[in-house]
């Protein structure tokens, strides 16, 4: 599906207040200085059109924090799976969290296949919006390929002079499109004016590392003697906040929690960090990652090398979160810098 219509500005408010009313819609708001989170709104009023990645990705509502994956009875004996899923919209992803996104779907589609995570998946409808600009200086969407979109949402906007151009991508996007009414055919105006947008973009989106896309999976096969991984370990002070924020760390712990009659209970998962010292602890108490700097090269090597192997693309999307959240200001773009220097 390939078309093309226009929403004027001054009815997105309307587009998102009938858009709630058919099912929830989650989108970026504002909270605090340079804090943006994706929440549940009702209109436009409170929506960040212009906003650095949220602190967490749209990654939570398809693979949330805390997720009950069964119930069990001792008594019965009877063991009862447990599918959440919920109808809702997401608004306003950037295009580095739609890249984050399709790299889930590739995990979770996998075999084995993460039957929770394709059900949420199923009733979750993805409205894109493009960046005009660079979100701030932690950004890398370039050299990760990025900037532009490249699928995986239902609609996307692009914000013009007078209007949003929107990409209508699939048929629940179109069915929106139908069914709200808002939408105008796009006029040559407008696609002239969306082509001299991304003309621009091509200007002032640069590639923010000394090493290309193409690059970089050669950069880190290299790189696992590196002396800059013991350097980033000495600094790391493993708070996990790097994974935490990640829109395609999916790293989890199962757990088994018992009510007091001790018959009835749950089992569910949380999210898990490999920056934990734990989390390659085995029986008997050997560590197979005890450095910090042997994790950081894990997380690293999960982004740039590992899944080159298997799924054929980074799992680094350029987000930025996670130099936006790191405690001991490691940055990413230092760490690919310093390690394509090692290289020449």
Same mark, same amino acid.
């Given at each position: 599906m390939?078309?093309? !219509?226009? +929403? $004027?500005?001054?009815? +997105? $408010?309307? @587009? =998102?207040?009938? +858009?709630?009313?058919?099912?929830? !819609?989650?989108? %970026? !708001?504002?909270?605090?200085?340079?804090?943006? !989170?994706f929440e549940s709104v009702d209109s436009a009023k409170a929506i960040a059109l212009h906003y650095i990645p949220t602190i967490l990705p749209p990654k939570k509502y398809f693979f949330p924090q805390r997720e009950t994956l069964l119930t069990y009875n001792k008594t019965t004996p009877a063991w009862d799976p447990v599918l959440e899923s919920r109808k809702m919209a997401i608004f306003g992803v950037h295009t580095c969290d739609l890249a984050g996104i399709q790299c889930l779907n590739m995990v979770m589609s996998a075999s084995p296949q993460d039957n929770n995570y394709n059900a949420r998946k199923e009733g979750i409808t993805i409205i894109g919006l493009e960046c005009n600009n660079y979100c701030d200086e932690y950004a890398s969407c370039n050299v990760m390929d990025n900037h532009l979109p490249n699928g995986g949402y239902d609609l996307f906007f692009t914000e013009l002079p007078d209007a949003f151009m929107v990409h209508v991508n699939? $048929?629940?996007?179109?069915? =929106?499109? $139908?069914? =709200?009414?808002? @939408?105008?055919?796009?006029? %040559?105006?407008?696609t002239q004016q969306l082509e001299e947008m991304r003309a621009r973009k091509r200007e002032i989106f640069k590639p923010e590392v000394k090493a290309g896309h193409k690059q970089l999976r050669g950069i880190f096969a290299g790189a696992f003697d590196s002396r800059q991984w013991d350097r980033i370990g000495e600094r790391c002070v493993a708070c996990g906040n790097c994974t935490n924020v990640c829109p395609t760390c999916y790293c989890f712990d199962v757990r088994d929690e018992i009510n007091l009659d001790f018959n009835t209970g749950t089992r569910g998962r949380v999210w898990d960090s490999c920056q934990n010292e734990e989390f390659a602890q085995v029986a008997g108490g050997e560590n197979f990652r005890k450095q910090r700097g042997q994790r950081q090269r894990h997380r690293y090597m999960r982004k740039f090398n590992y899944p080159v192997e298997r799924f054929s693309r980074y799992f680094c999307t350029g987000c930025g979160?996670?130099?936006?959240?790191c405690m001991a200001k490691i940055n990413l773009k230092e760490t690919i810098d310093a390690l394509a220097e090692e290289k020449r």
């Amino acid at each position: 599906m390939d078309k093309f !219509v226009t +929403l $004027n500005k001054q009815d +997105l $408010n309307d @587009f =998102i207040v009938k +858009l709630s009313r058919s099912q929830p !819609v989650m989108a %970026p !708001v504002a909270r605090g200085c340079k804090s943006f !989170v994706f929440e549940s709104v009702d209109s436009a009023k409170a929506i960040a059109l212009h906003y650095i990645p949220t602190i967490l990705p749209p990654k939570k509502y398809f693979f949330p924090q805390r997720e009950t994956l069964l119930t069990y009875n001792k008594t019965t004996p009877a063991w009862d799976p447990v599918l959440e899923s919920r109808k809702m919209a997401i608004f306003g992803v950037h295009t580095c969290d739609l890249a984050g996104i399709q790299c889930l779907n590739m995990v979770m589609s996998a075999s084995p296949q993460d039957n929770n995570y394709n059900a949420r998946k199923e009733g979750i409808t993805i409205i894109g919006l493009e960046c005009n600009n660079y979100c701030d200086e932690y950004a890398s969407c370039n050299v990760m390929d990025n900037h532009l979109p490249n699928g995986g949402y239902d609609l996307f906007f692009t914000e013009l002079p007078d209007a949003f151009m929107v990409h209508v991508n699939s $048929n629940a996007g179109e069915r =929106i499109v $139908n069914d =709200i009414g808002f @939408f105008s055919a796009a006029t %040559p105006k407008h696609t002239q004016q969306l082509e001299e947008m991304r003309a621009r973009k091509r200007e002032i989106f640069k590639p923010e590392v000394k090493a290309g896309h193409k690059q970089l999976r050669g950069i880190f096969a290299g790189a696992f003697d590196s002396r800059q991984w013991d350097r980033i370990g000495e600094r790391c002070v493993a708070c996990g906040n790097c994974t935490n924020v990640c829109p395609t760390c999916y790293c989890f712990d199962v757990r088994d929690e018992i009510n007091l009659d001790f018959n009835t209970g749950t089992r569910g998962r949380v999210w898990d960090s490999c920056q934990n010292e734990e989390f390659a602890q085995v029986a008997g108490g050997e560590n197979f990652r005890k450095q910090r700097g042997q994790r950081q090269r894990h997380r690293y090597m999960r982004k740039f090398n590992y899944p080159v192997e298997r799924f054929s693309r980074y799992f680094c999307t350029g987000c930025g979160r996670c130099s936006r959240a790191c405690m001991a200001k490691i940055n990413l773009k230092e760490t690919i810098d310093a390690l394509a220097e090692e290289k020449r």
